[in-house]
């Protein structure tokens, strides 16, 4: 599904990836852990496509994420960190998605009220004015409701209230077998129930990358 080959980027004359190779299958339910300055995040933009690679490789279902784009764009749903500023209203927003993504309203809907979000009551107040975790609760209802194949999440429940957390892992327990997974995560032990898979980078390299034994995770 995803493959990573020889990956190499740089900024300021700094590797923030030196030679890194790496293949997800479909499936693979993954926590990827390292320091702050690890490559985590550069790693996981190559993937999408945000960054080119100085020299190496990367193919999503068989596409590069520079050259094809929206090809893999379609088939996964990226969650940041930091949620951005967007300036649409919420019914705007969910207008949008459903027109670029073919997801309905109501799907997105159904999601966001499995975390207590109740997005009727906020149509017309703009995505930037929302809190922060009513933010990260939207983000995370759209990216499950566009039922993508690859899941990406960057410290998903940064700005989540415990009781949030769990409904949020609890809706991640209902996830497709076949839906592959990156948690980027300082926490392991809030999502060791949800990963099969444990992958260490440090100073732009993979460190440790070790299968975990876990029985709600085939």
Partial sequence: M?????????????KV????SLKINYGDKIALMGP???GKTTLVRSILGFYHLDSGDIEVNGFN???HRTK???NISFIPQTPPPIKLNIEELLEYVSKSSKVSPQTIEEEARKMDLNIKKNLKKPFFKLSGGM??????AIAIAKNSNILIFDEPTANLDPKAREKFYNLLKELDKKTSAIYITHRIEEIEGLVNRKIYMDLGKI???EKIVNQDVK
């Avoid at 995803?2 to 700094?14: E, L, Q, R, T, Y």
């Avoid at 990836?17 to 890194?20: A, Q, S």
Wanted: a positive charge.
């Fill in 2 to 14: 995803i493959v990573v080959k020889n990956a190499v980027k740089s900024f300021m004359g700094v």
């Fill in 17 to 20: 990836l030196d030679n890194v």
């Fill in 36 to 38: 702050n300055g690890a």
């Fill in 65 to 67: 994420p520079n050259k």
């Fill in 72 to 74: 893999v764009l379609e």
């Fill in 135 to 140: 933010k990260q609760k939207l983000l995370i």
């Fill in 207 to 209: 460190v440790e990358d």
